[in-house]
């Protein structure tokens, strides 16, 4: 069973930036695709970044050109760089596989928090 753990999150100032990690375990990670979402307070669930396994990315466009998705298959792990944050990117962040191309996600982890202060 597919489980993950984020990390990574914290407070930063608008204009700031954050990189956060997703380690996966419980599949063959290579061959997986993922994505990070987030969710904010009283809204819904939103992929914002995709990378598939041969590494092609995609993005939301509220996050072109700010942020960036990578992954490191020998560390299992899925990162999301995060640059010129802003106080509307304030939300928990979750991966998981990516829902565009699987047509669904498995168990969510806990997430980690993302706050841009203005």
């Known amino acids: 069973q597919v489980q993950f753990v984020e990390s990574g999150g914290g407070l930063v100032q608008a204009g700031g930036s954050l990189r956060l990690s997703c380690a996966a375990s419980?599949?063959?990670?290579?061959?997986?695709?993922f994505g990070w979402y987030r969710q904010a307070s009283g809204k819904e669930r939103e992929l914002v970044a995709s990378?598939?396994?041969?590494?092609?990315?995609n993005y939301v466009d509220s996050v072109k050109g700010r942020f960036t998705i990578s992954r490191d298959n020998a560390k299992n792990t899925v990162y999301l760089q995060m640059n010129s944050l802003k106080p509307e990117d304030t939300a928990v962040y979750f991966c998981?596989?990516?829902?565009?191309?699987?047509?669904?996600?498995?168990?969510w982890g806990q997430g980690t928090q993302v706050t841009v202060s203005s």
């Open positions: 990378i598939s396994s041969g590494g092609t990315t």
């Open positions: 998981n596989l990516d829902v565009g191309r699987y047509g669904s996600t498995r168990d």
């Open positions: 419980g599949t063959i990670f290579s061959f997986i695709a």
